[in-house]
């Protein structure tokens, strides 16, 4: 909302922009799911894996780890195809419709409470996806 507001006060193209800032914010947002895992939050359900960690007692999932991993994926794919975009807001859609879609899936795994069997992160996710695959598929039409 913040870089809504600034792009239309400053009369900014706020698509050209949003792919600009598209191509760091996977990377940085990688980088602070680290800090997560170092710091212990985030826990995941307890597991059985051989990769799982030990926090609160027991072997836990690593979804800051997993998290992250995702957004190295999906800031590489956002990086290698930065010059191949086909239309001003298409490199930060595909980082929304990415990270909503693995956040979604990831959700599972962790303790967030749940209502009506989701948590409001996988809502919002769904809401991003159908939002920005709608907005990417249009945009692309064109």
Do not use: M
Not at 82 to 100: E, H, M, P, T, V
């Amino acid at each position: 909302l913040a870089f809504y507001t600034y792009s239309k006060w400053k009369k900014l193209d706020l698509w050209k922009h949003a792919d600009l800032i598209a191509i760091g914010i996977p990377l940085g947002h990688a980088i602070g799911r680290i800090g997560c895992h170092l710091i212990g939050d985030h826990i995941g359900r307890q597991t059985i894996v051989p990769w799982g960690i030990t926090l609160s007692g027991g072997i836990t999932h690593p979804i800051s780890l997993y998290e992250a991993i995702a957004l190295f994926v999906i800031w590489a794919y956002v990086y290698k195809t930065k010059d191949k975009k086909r239309f001003d807001g298409a490199l930060f859609s595909i980082y929304i419709i990415s990270y909503s879609f693995f956040r979604f899936f990831k959700d599972f795994l962790g303790l967030d409470p749940t209502y009506l069997g989701l948590t409001v992160a996988q809502y919002l996710s769904l809401i991003f996806f159908i939002g920005f695959g709608l907005f990417y598929y249009i945009r692309s039409k064109k």
